[in-house]
């Protein structure tokens, strides 16, 4: 069972990934995780990694691909794996599954969320600049209002979290995704899920999907 999540930020992929490995037995591999982690191991090319990272430049398609390489090595990813972040480009993409990498996908599930719910479920963010405490104004609202429930301090909205940095990050995020999926959907083995539903909903479609595979 090889698999691959796509999806926009604030999809809520990585949740997802977890209740996924719990269900099938099967590791998530996060890219950026690997990639802390063949840092903090030193790994040779955690090694290379952390140099680039250094020169602020962008870890290159090849660095993370033998980063994610050396990770599928592990045993637990013998009866299969969920790739998050990875890959992110067509380019990467062709690489994996080029003759000398090999990297297989069984299929790819593609978390589809509208922009607009994303701007609304990210925008909704509000943070405590005195403790840090995060809320959501629908979600999870402060008992408080605008103010934190925990120091009284008023809530702040990160610039990260402004719709107009949300929709520019979506704009890259689509312009990177649409090769990939027209990529996979010409292998037939493309499934989108509806992300805007609850969260046990999205989990539900998932598995449904796997089911289906494994008939
Ligand atoms: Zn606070």
Redesign the pocket.
């Known amino acids: 069972m090889k698999l691959v999540l796509l999806g926009p930020p604030g999809a809520g992929k990585g949740t997802q990934a977890v209740k996924l490995s719990e269900k099938l037995g099967i590791p998530t591999i996060s890219t950026g995780e690997i990639i802390r982690n063949a840092i903090k191991n030193e790994t040779p090319v955690g090694k290379i990694a952390k140099d680039t990272i250094e020169r602020g430049e962008l870890v290159s398609d090849e660095l993370v691909l033998e980063i994610v390489k050396d990770r599928l090595k592990d045993d637990d990813c013998k009866d299969g794996y969920i790739l998050d972040g990875f890959p992110r480009t067509l380019a990467q993409a062709e690489m994996m599954q080029s003759v000398e990498n090999n990297i297989g996908v069984d299929f790819v599930i593609n978390i589809d969320v509208s922009d607009d719910e994303i701007v609304s479920r990210l925008s909704g963010r509000r943070v ?1 600049p ?2 840090g ?1 995060t809320y959501h104004v629908v979600s999870l609202p402060s008992s408080c209002g605008d103010k ?1 429930e ?2 009284g ?1 008023k809530l702040i909205v990160r610039k990260d979290d402004s719709p107009e940095v949300i929709l520019n990050r979506l704009k890259v995020y689509h312009e990177l995704t649409a090769p990939l999926t027209r990529f996979y959907d010409e292998q037939k083995i493309l499934y989108t899920v509806k992300g805007a539903e609850s969260l046990d909903a999205v989990t539900a479609q998932v598995m449904d999907i796997v089911g289906r595979q494994r008939r």
């Open positions: 405590c005195s403790c405490k934190c925990a120091c301090e």
